[in-house]
């Protein structure tokens, strides 16, 4: 946005070198967009340390000298949104030939044998008929795949919630792609994890919000957020901890970062074994609160709006 006060790389690392995250998700707007992105990635990685670091990105301009680019720069896994199987995904996200570009790139990135990509999908009343179609894709191009769950509150929408009448359909998806996790198919989400899911739909609500204690959101000016949905900025997590999350009642979401990280240890280390091993060896930590995981670098205003004007139905 015209005259908004940017963080630059440096500011991102001295806010990261604070807050201590075990992740860190460099999401917006839109990562690629920012042409200082590596930059920043650079600043906040710490290779062979934490954080993990996660690039969460609609792919429009990922290209495999990209990728190697941020690889180079410090991201340890490509988070790559995927609404449809097919080419209503381009049409979803009002981004005309992305389908065919995901396409192209994906399997051209796989091919290198990383191990790196993720696609991420948030269901809705809108794709969840296609969550197993969505699943053979990812065993097609050799991705993993991870689900989240809508939330009305990014741009007050409820028909992106499926329907009351819906939700015996809504469980046999859920259910089949549990039976193909269970068949050995890439799917990251617990069977645990995709119950809970169902049941947010169901209850339209998942009380235990741990916003602004185990997550929360460095906004583009620097002032950190509880969540990408929660605009109340704040200077230090400690005020935030005091103002907002000791009195947080919201339950209006339950976006996977509130379920990767309200898990209890023994969930966590169950699912995450991977990327420990990968990382091998956390430096100790600092006493007091663990943020996990930190997202970096989101809602740029203009981007955001950009984004919403392209989609305004999920605001990518
Ligand atoms: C906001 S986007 C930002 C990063 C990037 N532009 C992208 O599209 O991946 C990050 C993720 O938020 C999720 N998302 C968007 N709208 C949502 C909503 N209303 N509820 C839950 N998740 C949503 C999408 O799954 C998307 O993959
Ligand atoms: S439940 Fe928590 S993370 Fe979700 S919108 Fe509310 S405050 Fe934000």
């Not at 799917?187 to 339209?204: C, L, N, P, S």
Request: aromatic share 10%; glycine share 6%; with cysteine.
């Amino acid at each position: 946005m015209k005259g908004e006060e940017r963080l630059g790389p440096e500011d991102y690392a001295a806010i990261c070198r604070e807050l201590r995250p075990v992740v860190s998700h460099i999401s917006g707007g839109e990562p690629l967009a920012r042409s200082d992105v590596y930059e920043i990635v650079r600043a906040m990685a710490r290779p062979g340390d934490l954080p993990w670091m996660v690039l969460v990105t609609n792919a429009a301009s990922l290209t495999l000298k990209k990728y190697w680019k941020l690889k180079e720069a410090g991201i340890n896994q490509f988070s790559l949104s995927l609404d449809f199987p097919d080419e209503r995904h381009s049409e979803f996200r009002r981004i005309p030939g992305l389908f065919d570009k995901m396409n192209r790139v994906i399997p051209e990135i796989t091919a290198l044998g990383n191990d790196d990509l993720s696609l991420n999908v948030c269901i809705t009343e809108w794709n969840y008929r296609d969550l197993p179609g969505m699943v053979e894709l990812a065993r097609h191009w050799n991705t993993k795949i991870n689900f989240s769950v809508y939330t009305p509150l990014r741009i007050s929408d409820e028909r992106g919630l499926p329907k009351e009448e819906r939700l015996g359909d809504v469980r046999d998806a859920f259910q089949k792609v549990i039976d193909m996790k269970r068949a050995g198919y890439p799917v990251y989400t617990a069977e645990r994890v995709m119950w809970k899911y169902y049941r947010f739909f169901t209850d339209r609500g998942i009380p235990g919000c741990q916003a602004g204690r185990r997550f929360l959101v460095i906004n583009p000016d620097g002032a950190l957020l509880p969540c990408a949905m929660v605009w109340a900025k704040y200077g230090s997590q400690r005020d935030m901890l005091r103002q907002f999350t000791a009195h947080n009642t919201c339950e209006m979401c339950y976006i996977s970062t509130r379920a990767n990280t309200e898990k209890t240890l023994a969930d966590f280390l169950a699912e995450n074994w991977e990327m420990l091993l990968r990382q091998a060896f956390p430096r100790k930590r600092a006493k007091g609160e663990i943020t996990w995981p930190l997202s970096a670098g989101p809602p740029a205003d203009g981007e955001e709006q950009a984004e919403r004007e392209r989609h305004p139905a999920a605001a990518q």
